[in-house]
């Protein structure tokens, strides 16, 4: 069993910086970030995998940085240069296997959290 917490959500505004963290009960292989904004579709945000190799969407490449400490079994979101556009409920996930060249799809996450809100404001 894997259980997933996330916290530091809150509101800024724009060019504002936020933190996420998601503590997991165990250590799975990969970790990840999605979030969801009302009206759409969940969307991948980043992942790392055990190795410590990141990939990241094309919208946050660049202003988000995902950092693990396996030691606290501890996920990290780092977000800069926050946009309204960024506004949505952020998840951590988690999946036992390697991600590889995964494309972000939801349903290859067997593990989530409860959600954490991130509003931007312009």
């Known amino acids: 069993q894997l259980d997933l917490v996330e916290s530091g959500g809150g509101s800024v505004q724009a060019g504002g910086s936020l933190r996420l963290s998601c503590v997991a009960t165990?250590?799975?292989?990969?970790m990840a970030w999605f979030r969801q904004a009302p009206g759409k579709e969940r969307e991948g945000v980043g992942f790392?995998?055990?190795?410590?190799?990141?990939r990241y969407a094309a919208s946050v490449k660049g202003r988000f940085t995902i950092s693990r400490d396996n030691t606290k079994k501890i996920l990290y979101l780092q977000m800069n240069s926050l946009k309204p556009e960024d506004t949505a409920m952020y998840y951590c996930?988690?999946?036992?296997?390697?991600?590889?060249?995964?494309?972000?799809?939801?349903?290859?996450?067997?593990?989530w959290g409860q959600g954490t809100q991130v509003t931007v404001s312009s």
């Open positions: 996930a988690a999946r036992w296997a390697s991600y590889g060249r995964g494309v972000f799809d939801p349903s290859d996450f067997l593990y």
């Open positions: 165990t250590t799975p292989h990969c």
């Open positions: 790392m995998e055990g190795d410590g190799s990141t």
